[in-house]
């Protein structure tokens, strides 16, 4: 089963190589599709001399998800594996990953992944690999779970391509959580889940991403995408129990953390629980008391205090 490799790249010259190094020494691969997002650095010409028998795209810089969305239209191979410029492949993970969904006749593989440092080397990643939280998806199902908490990145995630066409593209208006949307509209979609448990992927953190420079926008597109499952979900009919728990949770989150960096779209996210008769944490409650007395300003100073914070 051939496997294509999607891999969108901005201003990452001196990670993008080691990247490509590992796609190439896997087994089944197809072709391999690089996007240049508008660098200003070296990257093309990285992509170029790493990758010369690959696809490479380049235009203007439009984000990763459209990127992403350029390269999907290439695609002819059964699998895709979507894979960002500076993570990499562990040795060997691509046989092991189809071995997986051969025997179960899965949608979406899923793999262990280490994570490591921005400066830092894959033989310095942390030791012990992370895992989804598979308990999770076998108690509530694979769409309340990717709705939450049940993630793991792009370079740990094989997909079914017949699967990929059907949700369409990454969206482009969550520019910071569209992979985390992506796996809940393959779960919506009904794709069936497999956990490869093997070290599949090297991720690397990086401390000037975009979500750790503007916790606003990333808690934004939280709640953007909360309002966009309750919707797909309300379509379907009335929302159940475990539905409601899960966008009780997303809105709940969200308002207290927009409350905490005084955004005042904290509000939207506590109407969503009104809307829903969702009962907000005893923070918010708190929070929504004492701002609706004497204001925002000091209705955080006062539940930082009663938080002990």
Known sequence: MPVDVIVPAFNTEQFLARTVRSVYEQSAIHNVVIVDDGSSDGTLAVARAAAPSALILTGPNQGVARARNRAITALSADWVQFLDSDDVLAPETMVRRLDAATSSGADVVV????????DGDIERANVSPRCADWSLLEREGAEIACATSFWAPPAALLFRRSIVEEIGGFRDDLSIIDDARFLFDAAHCGARFVHAPHLGAYYRV?????????PAKFWLDVLHNGEQIEALWRARGTLDAA?????GNIFDGTARSLFEISHPSWRRALAALERNHVVPSRK????????????????????AVLAGG
Do not use: H, K, N, Y
């Open 111 to 118: 793999t262990d992944w280490a994570e490591f440092a921005e």
């Open 284 to 303: 918010l409650r708190a929070a929504r008391l004492i701002a609706s007395l004497l204001g925002d300003a000091l209705a955080r100073r006062m539940v």
């Open 243 to 247: 539905q409601l728990r899960a966008i």
């Open 206 to 214: 990086r401390p000037g991403s975009l979500s750790r420079r503007d």
